[in-house]
């Protein structure tokens, strides 16, 4: 069967309460929105995708998404899938491409986006964004896959120790006091990296 252009879509939110009630919102997607969705839980595993169109919901995090589920021809499935990007080793780091990072190695990672963290002080050369890609590309990053929940391609590198107490020392450049508390108190030996192709 060949995709439909678009999907009439339910979206209701995970993160209901025992007592809260979230409203479900219905919404035309197009077909490679919906997708998108997808892809970001089950990668292009044609088997699992087809599955997940035949039952027609999924949860993708905190929003459910629920539609009336459809067999999925193969062919018009692959067509679509050949729009998306593949990972590629072969891509070289870009500083530059970053959208955002995430420190790992404490019991949950340190999400960093670009635009919380490229703001600095009046009195600062720079911020902590800037500290962190330098560490990041002098640290040789390795090529870690492609996050089609964030569409970009995934670094990872390992930090030093020196790295480590650079980056909490940059940390005082952040405003937002959260962020710069769990940067300054809890543990990370490695940084992942988001680039935008």
């Not at 252009?5 to 409203?23: N, W, Y």
């Not at 088997?47 to 018009?76: D, H, P, Q």
């Not at 590629?88 to 530059?96: C, E, N, S, V």
């Amino acid at each position: 069967m060949a995709l439909p252009a678009t999907v009439r879509v339910k979206l209701s939110s995970e993160a209901a309460g025992a007592i809260a009630i979230t409203p479900v919102v219905v919404q035309e997607l197009p077909i490679r929105d919906l997708v998108g969705h997808v892809l970001a839980v089950a990668g292009k595993d044609e088997a699992r995708l087809c599955e997940i169109l035949f039952r027609g919901w999924l949860v993708s995090g905190a929003s459910r998404l629920r539609w009336t589920g459809w067999a999925t021809g193969r062919e018009s499935l692959r067509e679509l899938l050949a729009s998306f990007p593949d990972p590629d080793p072969t891509l070289a780091f870009a500083p530059a491409r970053c959208i955002r990072a995430a420190l790992i190695g404490g019991r949950q990672p340190i999400e960093i986006a670009r635009e919380t963290a490229a703001s600095r002080g009046i009195f600062r050369r720079s911020g902590f964004w800037q500290e962190l890609i330098e560490i990041a590309a002098t640290s040789a990053p390795a090529y870690a896959g492609y996050s089609y929940r964030d569409a970009a391609d995934r670094y990872r590198c390992a930090l030093s120790a020196a790295a480590c107490v650079r980056l909490r020392t940059a940390a005082d450049s952040l405003r937002h006091s959260t962020l710069r508390a769990r940067i300054q108190s809890e543990p990370f030996a490695a940084v992942e990296v988001y680039t935008e192709r």
